[in-house]
């Protein structure tokens, strides 16, 4: 059972926007400790942080290249947490994984690594 899956990827032109879901299976959305974020990866270079969300979704944090254009967001009923990508720029190409872990308030907004649950990735294209 794959533990997180990944949506809403695709192609957009330069000033349009996507939102990415990634739906839990094992995972608890609704944990009060849950760490869920989003990351991407540019061919050929590692895998960078993109955002964060904390337990009820009060203390989120990104990475200084997205913010004011990405949101994350969840949603307990469906298990699921997302990305809404505004403003995309042809360097916001990349393929984007979610992860998450359980942790504490502080670790999880300034954690890059450490995530034990991930998905397979959605493929961002944005064209000029």
């Known amino acids: 059972q794959v533990p997180l899956v990944e949506s809403g990827g695709g192609s957009v032109q330069a000033g349009g926007s996507l939102r990415l879901s990634c739906a839990a299976s094992?995972?608890?959305?609704?944990?009060?400790?849950?760490?869920m974020a989003w990351f991407r990866q540019f061919p050929g270079k590692e895998r960078e942080w993109v955002a964060s969300?904390?337990?009820?979704?009060?203390?989120?944090a990104y990475a200084d290249s997205v913010k004011g254009r990405f949101a994350i967001s969840q949603d307990n009923p469906k298990n699921t947490w997302y990305l809404q990508m505004n403003s995309l720029k042809p360097e916001d190409t990349a393929m984007y994984y979610c992860?998450?872990?359980?942790?504490?308030?502080?670790?999880?907004?300034?954690?890059?690594?450490?995530?034990?649950?991930w998905g397979q990735g959605t493929q961002v294209t944005v064209s000029s």
């Open positions: 992860a998450a872990t359980y942790a504490g308030r502080t670790w999880c907004s300034s954690a890059r690594t450490g995530f034990d649950y």
């Open positions: 969300i904390y337990a009820a979704g009060d203390d989120t």
């Open positions: 094992i995972y608890r959305v609704r944990s009060a400790s849950a760490c």
